[in-house]
């Protein structure tokens, strides 16, 4: 069965510094990878996806994303950060038959 | 954004009422998604549908039913609904194709009394 871990539940980081969210996955398969970004009362956003070739993915608002297929890994980055982007972040893994499976999210507050 | 609209947006029921919300899409996506959002569990899978009259268990379906009559209608069923039944509960849409995401509703906030 595959499953999606976020170690951090929550991080705070100032404005202007870089950030990065870890996510680890369990799959027996290529894994489909993603990550999604939710403001308070809203639904997700899609952020960025990973399916093969080159293993660093960019993203919208300025995100990317490497994968390291030998560490199970999908970590999300962002080299400086604006206080819009304090929300809440999840990564997910889809399955063969189009299911997505999600870590329980990190939640990102930017201290000015 | 994906042409989805979930109905209602808030709603307040009583313990054993049966209550149902509804998905609705415009972009013709075969696949469709029920998901829950709590605290510390992230988003779990109710039910989805993969077809007109096609539908699954997700790993969180007991006291859930959905139906899907036709394609842009998705609909999610509390028959007897309890109070940890309180939730957000996303709708989700996708193309039945390898790179295709998931898009989200805006959710519909459940509060069971």
């Known amino acids: 069965a595959q499953s999606v871990t976020q170690p951090d539940i929550h991080i705070t980081v100032s404005e202007g510094a870089s950030l990065e969210l870890r996510c680890n996955y369990s799959y027996g398969a290529t894994p489909y990878l993603f990550w999604y970004v939710q403001s308070p009362g809203q639904g997700l956003q899609l952020l960025l996806k990973y399916f093969s070739g080159d293993t660093l993915v960019q993203g919208i608002k300025g995100f990317e994303a490497e994968f390291k297929r030998s560490q199970s890994s999908f970590n999300l980055r962002k080299p400086s950060v604006h206080w819009s982007d304090a929300a809440e972040y999840f990564c997910?893994?889809?399955?063969?038959?189009?299911?997505?499976?999600f870590g329980a999210g990190t939640t990102v507050t930017v201290r000015a | 954004d994906a042409g989805i609209t979930q109905s209602p947006r808030h709603k307040v029921t009583e313990t054993g009422t049966p209550v149902t919300l509804r998905c609705h899409q415009t972009?013709?996506?075969?696949?469709m998604y029920w998901y829950r959002q709590d605290p510390g569990h992230g988003l779990r899978l109710i039910h989805y549908s993969y077809g007109v009259k096609d539908t699954d268990k997700g790993e969180v379906s007991d006291g859930y039913s959905v139906s899907r009559s036709k394609t842009e209608d998705f609909l999610l069923t509390l028959e007897s609904a309890t109070s940890s039944q309180t939730s957000v509960y996303f709708c989700a849409i996708s193309e039945a194709v390898d790179n295709s995401p998931l898009h989200f509703g805006n959710g519909t906030r459940l509060t069971v009394t």
């Open positions: 997910a893994l889809r399955s063969n038959d189009y299911k997505l499976s």
């Open positions: 972009e013709n996506h075969r696949y």
